[in-house]
């Protein structure tokens, strides 16, 4: 794991719940970190709704309504940014992003900001107290252009745990690839539909980057199909490459 984290790099950040436990109880707990990846993004303190802890109780309310609240209210900002989100996943206990720092200390400040600010929204709408997150988030730091190859498809394909378990224990077939396609179209709390062109929350992530490292919406379609009949015969290198 990395500790110094340097300008103009890429790292894999991941955390979860601590004691395993689920971060996102319903659809709103989703959304507001989602506003939360752009709200405290930023050099600038957050927005503030009464304070910051309750910053995202507001964005809670306001997302109790459409996910167009959302967009119309983030866009609306110009920040000084501390970090590009290249991509992201939520998954019910845990979360998965791929950032480049941009200021001395940015990612520990975001995922300082961001953490802090989420767990003090979500216990005060589900009535607990305590730590949300187990500890410190984790760093892994991208230095080779498989390993980022690798990692992004990784992060996107995260929530076929939930369309099936064991899907890595073997090689998927050409039905079942085309299932795993079809629901991974359908989860919304990636950002993998904005990488192939249906825009879902872009305002989240810096696209470019990534669009030209796989020449383009059809480039990333091509690897990522690729990638998943390959995955059985990478596996072992994959989880060195992103998780190591």
């Keep these: 794991m990395s500790r110094y984290l340097a300008i ?7 955390d979860r719940g601590v004691e395993k436990r689920q971060i996102f109880m319903d659809k709103n707990d989703y959304f507001r970190f989602i506003h939360d990846l752009y709200e405290f ?18 964005v809670g309310r306001a997302t109790s309504n459409t996910s167009s609240n959302i967009a119309s209210n983030i866009e609306e900002r110009n920040r000084d940014l ?3 989100v290249h991509a992201f996943v939520l998954m019910p206990n845990h979360h998965h992003l791929l950032a480049e720092q941009l200021k001395d200390d940015g ?12 767990a003090r929204g979500f216990n005060e709408k589900h009535k607990r107290n305590g730590y949300l997150f187990q500890g410190r988030f984790k760093d892994v730091h991208v230095s080779r252009d ?8 990784y992060i996107h394909s995260n929530p076929l745990k939930i369309w099936k378990k064991n899907w890595k224990e073997k090689q998927l077939t050409k039905p079942e690839i085309k299932e795993a396609l ?24 810096n696209k470019e980057f990534l669009l030209e490292f796989f020449n383009g919406t059809e480039g990333y379609k091509k690897f990522f199909i690729d990638w998943l009949e390959q995955y059985e015969k990478n ?5 060195k490459l992103v998780l190591e």
């Design 235 to 239: 596996v072992d290198s994959i989880r």
């Design 82 to 84: 501390l970090v590009n």
């Design 107 to 118: 990612i520990t400040l975001f995922m300082k900001k961001l953490h802090g600010g989420y």
């Design 41 to 58: 993004n930023d050099v600038k303190p957050a927005l503030q709704f009464g304070n910051v802890g309750r910053a995202t109780g507001n």
């Design 146 to 153: 498989k390993q980022l190859a690798h990692l992004v498809c």
């Design 182 to 205: 079809k629901f991974l179209e359908k989860y919304r709390w990636s950002s993998h539909l904005d990488y192939l062109g249906i825009k879902n929350f872009p305002s989240i992530i």
């Design 8 to 14: 103009n790099e890429f790292y894999h950040l991941f």
